[in-house]
């Protein structure tokens, strides 16, 4: 079954994981102290990278971590 959104869905997704995304960066990103020793701006950047690919291309990350092992027994 096809899971991909469609036209006017994937811009809603792209519009509401670009405005969370300014959002955080305003509130804890660049510039506004670090998590841990490690810039919350870099995190965020991350993370969002990671939704990105999920919206742009279907990737369910969860398959996709849990075929590791299977990759790395070969």
Known sequence: MDRRPGCLGGLLQLFLLRTGYDWAQ?????????????GCGFLLLIIFVFMLFSILFGTDWGRLVQMIPTILMV
Do not use: A, D, L, P
């Open 26 to 38: 305003r509130n804890v990103g660049f510039g506004r102290g670090g998590c841990g020793g490690c």
